[in-house]
């Protein structure tokens, strides 16, 4: 059964104190016992002294103790009452008994040689089932005529142990009492503390999907308030998350229909009427780039998922980036001079680093034609690789018409800038492009960023770590060494936004 925060809170407190009140309880009656078997100890010495010195007071010399007269009824009281006194040989018989004393006393054979030896002994025994303090105090104190006999004073501890026995309860009660007032105090108190989280609960709950409702502090306390505010972060957060998931499934779909339809126009075009074999051709070829369009926007989208569910990254491996970037550009090369844009490549050697080679030769791609894509003919593309502060930095300018206030918003899926800054007028693709170079950075365990190029158009940087190969590292090289001895690009570096 699940018990509620304020019960628990309840709990936790009354447990506590009757912990703290059971300690001092104890250590209360630990010390009234002490201080009890002290006064006991004290008054049977005294008792042991008085007696001991009006043993041999008599006229006669005969050994004898103070008595005094009591009635019956008092008689029968002094087991419960009186000090018993005897006097004890060193063979152990009975020399002399008070006359209230009774004859089975209880005597401990040690404690009388210990006695006999001139040594003063205290013990415990037991007369008809209670407990008794006895003192034996050795005679031979008084002179040499008394050596070997021992006194021995008894007193009952039925008192001492009614004491303790009253003061336990008293503590008990007490106790009780303080850990039901306890109880009940933590109780108004934690129900205090947890209405204003029960209120948070209920205005939470109140919040439906796509609401743009949000929790108000109930209570003017910095941990509530810090409460309150850390929820309605999160509500913002969630909800920027299903707008976000619902313009990626509107566009989507707006994506995908788009080649669906030009897919189903030209075929239902196509089967109106009987064409010769080049308009079927025709039909066909169309058909196939519709189909191409539809299976790339299709892998992108599941490149995107992948990235998204952390399982984009199928091998782990050293990407030696000099190579990457000749292999990669060399059909962006022949586009760029099909555009009359001038591509410029600087990549020193010795720069790794570790990861998927087609995925990072796809981001790459995916930069370079993004800078094609929008610098006009006659202008320029720089692609650079260079080492800085732990990572490798591959770099993409361009001199096209730059970024504007949406620089921020390259990265988000499906995002398209506006067609008039394209050469063309046109958008040039689904917006997935900039979106799978975020994603691939990001499993890599690196970052992206926007800026402005040194050439006035859009300046794009990937940053990947930096790995130190087994060749360099054997030669003592580590990755300052690396980073020294690879000289960045002369182009400036671009604000971030």
């Keep these: 059964m699940t018990r509620s925060l304020r019960f628990r809170l309840a709990v936790r407190f009354a447990t506590a104190m009757a912990v703290a009140l059971g300690a001092i309880s104890l250590v209360t009656l630990a010390v009234l016992r002490e201080s009890l078997d002290r006064e006991l100890n004290v008054s049977l010495l005294n008792v042991a002294e008085i007696q001991a010195s009006a043993v041999t007071d008599a006229p006669d010399g005969e050994m004898h103790f103070h008595e005094w007269e009591l009635t019956p009824e008092e008689a029968a009281s002094v087991r419960d009452l009186n000090r018993f006194s005897q006097i004890w040989d060193g063979e152990g018989r009975s020399l002399l008994r008070s006359r209230y004393a009774p004859a089975d006393l209880p005597v401990a054979p040690d404690a009388l040689r210990q006695a006999s030896r001139g040594e003063i002994v205290w013990r415990e025994g037991e ?124 566009d989507a779909s707006h994506e995908l229909r788009s080649p669906l339809t030009a897919l189903r126009g030209e075929l239902e075009l196509a089967l ?46 050293p990407v030696d980036l000099a190579r990457l970037v000749d292999e990669t550009l060399v059909r962006e090369r022949e586009r760029a001079r099909e555009r009359d844009v001038a591509m410029t490549v600087e990549v020193p050697d010795g720069l790794t680093t570790t990861g998927d080679p087609h995925l990072l030769a796809q981001a790459l791609r995916n930069l370079v034609d993004n800078a094609l894509k929008f610098t006009p003919p006659g202008g320029r593309v720089g692609v650079a690789v260079h080492a800085a502060g732990g990572e490798v930095v591959l770099q993409v300018d361009d001199s096209g018409p730059g970024l504007g206030a949406d620089a921020e918003r390259v990265f988000e899926r499906f995002y398209q800038v506006d067609p008039s800054r394209t050469p063309n007028g046109r958008p040039g693709g689904a917006g997935l492009g900039l979106s ?24 794009f940087r990937m940053m990947l770590p930096l790995v130190v190969t087994a060749a360099q590292a054997q030669s003592g090289a580590g990755v300052a060494a690396v980073e020294a001895g690879v000289q960045a690009p002369q182009i400036p570096t671009p604000d971030r936004r």
């Design 127 to 250: 007369y008809l089932g209670q407990p008794v303090r006895s003192l034996y105090y050795p005679l031979s104190r008084l002179g040499p005529s008394h050596r070997g006999h021992v006194l021995e004073v008894a007193a009952p501890m039925a008192r001492r142990n009614a004491l303790l026995l009253q003061a336990a309860v008293a503590l008990l009660g007490i106790g009780t009492l303080v850990v039901l007032g306890t109880f009940a105090g933590a109780w108004w108190l934690a129900g205090s503390a947890v209405r204003p989280v029960e209120e948070i609960i209920d205005q939470a709950e109140r919040v439906e999907p796509g609401s743009s409702a949000r929790i108000s502090a109930y209570a003017d306390t910095r941990e509530y308030r810090r409460l309150v505010s850390v929820l309605n972060r999160m509500l913002d957060r969630i909800e920027r998350a299903f707008d976000a998931q619902k313009r990626f499934t509107a």
């Design 272 to 317: 109106r009427r009987d064409r010769t074999a080049e308009e079927y051709r025709a039909v066909l070829a169309s058909c196939l780039e519709e189909v191409l369009r539809l299976a790339t926007l299709t892998e992108e989208l599941l490149l995107l998922a992948k990235a998204d569910a952390g399982h984009a990254l199928p091998e782990r491996v």
């Design 436 to 459: 799978i170079v975020e994603a691939v950075a990001r499993v890599h365990g690196g970052r992206v960023s926007a800026g402005r190029s040194p050439w006035g158009g859009a300046c």
